[in-house]
């Protein structure tokens, strides 16, 4: 850094702070909105709490892939913003200093940032979703120690069905038991317990010993009359069920590494609908990794407010921008991975015709002496703001007249 001039210094210290704020407040709503949903499935299927932070653990790459240019986009316009409502830009522009030269240091930052968006779009995200999947698929199969759920019926293996009151000791010491067991002869145990624990067995390590105390079972068995046994202490086998092994990686597009996307696209076994899959993606990474690249003149065109003005239209309009772009990169990934549209037209056409309007909003502000690529709606926000005010003024007048 110290090679660099104070100029370039000063501005990287105005993009560093805003930029990496922004990436961790996006990052943590969207992490934090997850966590919700992921909570309620996790307590749906009666796993462990531990799991909900690996799930959200493997989602950060693909949170991180939409925080970043967020991030990169809001510090550079926030710190030319500062410049510019400080007159400070006017005097870099006096002493000969262009938008251009300005952006030297924010271009470095873009570069090592689409490198590094690039690495996790093509490796770390399809390769997180795999084993979020994973943790999904070993939730629901009970390979996680999935617990009892209280004051339900859990069926075990189709022949086994057993009801608890209360639960402790995250789930080992049970109170309060109702448990019907089915034998493969027709005789059906009816067996009610105080409590229960279950315990493991060091040589078999697919079979778990229920221990009930204090308890009774009633024997029905074909053509027999039932029989009421009391017991003290009764153990109950329980055979834990297969726990089936997860897929290979790959069974989604999403899980596939960019080169593996490009084999598959000029693939001749691959079947239609994978390459129309496969191609969707691999484009949709690329233009999302490619608009980073235009970010920071997007930035400094809604980061300069009118002369004496210190409006923050620009701020809003910029999260819009990008928000509304990256949806319409979703919908025609989607399109076009159906086969209705070519990539090349669902997704870089849009590509195109924002970086024209980017471009065209920064030769207006760098090139056009008063140039304001957003003037009009600044006229517009600020009547609207000057009729809201006359209108909330008359309101307050009414009311301390009628008072």
């Known amino acids: 850094m110290k090679s660099l001039p104070a100029i370039d210094r000063y501005i990287f210290r105005l993009v560093l702070m805003p930029m990496c704020g922004v990436f961790v407040i996006a990052a943590s709503l969207l992490v934090l909105d997850k966590m919700l949903k992921l909570f309620d499935f996790v307590a749906t299927e009666g796993g462990p709490v531990s799991v909900v932070f690996r799930m959200l653990a493997n989602l950060l790459p693909e949170y991180a892939s939409l925080a970043i240019p967020l991030g990169l986009l809001l510090g550079i316009l926030l710190a030319f913003r500062k410049l510019a409502t400080t007159s400070e830009l006017d005097t870099m522009r006096a002493v000969g200093l262009s938008y251009t030269r300005l952006l030297r240091v924010p271009y470095m930052i873009t570069l090592v940032l689409a490198a590094l968006n690039l690495v996790i779009v093509s490796y770390l995200q399809p390769l997180s979703r795999y084993y979020y999947e994973q943790l999904q698929f070993e939730l629901r199969s009970g390979a996680l120690g999935a617990s009892i759920k209280v004051g339900e019926f859990t069926t075990l293996q189709d022949k086994m069905a057993l009801r608890i009151e209360q639960s402790r000791e995250e789930g080992r010491q049970l109170i309060g038991i109702f448990a019907r067991v089915a034998s493969p002869k027709g005789q059906i145990l009816s067996i009610s317990a105080r409590e229960g624990r279950f315990l493991a067995l060091k040589d078999s390590p697919d079979t778990i010993i229920l221990r009930l105390t204090d308890g009774q079972i009633v024997q029905d068995a074909p053509g027999q009359a039932p029989r009421v ?30 080169p593996e996307l490009l084999r598959i696209t000029w693939s001749d076994r691959a079947s239609e609908k994978l390459k129309n899959e496969s191609s969707a993606s691999l ?76 471009l065209w909003m920064y030769w207006r502000i760098a090139y056009v002496p008063g140039g304001q690529p957003i003037g009009a709606l600044e006229r517009l926000a600020d009547n609207l703001g000057k009729w809201g005010r006359k209108l909330a003024a008359r309101f307050n007048r009414n009311r301390i007249a009628g008072a």
């Open 283 to 358: 484009n949709f990474r690329l233009v999302e990794v490619a608009m980073m690249l235009l970010l920071p003149l997007l930035a400094v065109a809604l980061a300069i407010p009118p002369k004496r003005s210190t409006s923050a239209l620009g701020l809003f309009l910029s999260i819009v921008m990008v928000v509304a772009y990256h949806k319409v990169n979703e919908y025609g990934m989607a399109v076009s991975a159906l086969g209705r549209v070519s990539p090349l037209l669902a997704l870089w056409g849009p590509f195109v015709l924002f970086s024209a309007l980017i």
């Open 229 to 258: 046994l009391s017991f003290t202490r009764h153990d109950l086998p329980i055979d834990l069920p297969a726990v089936e092994e997860f897929r290979q990686r790959g069974g989604k597009e999403r899980e596939y590494f960019l």
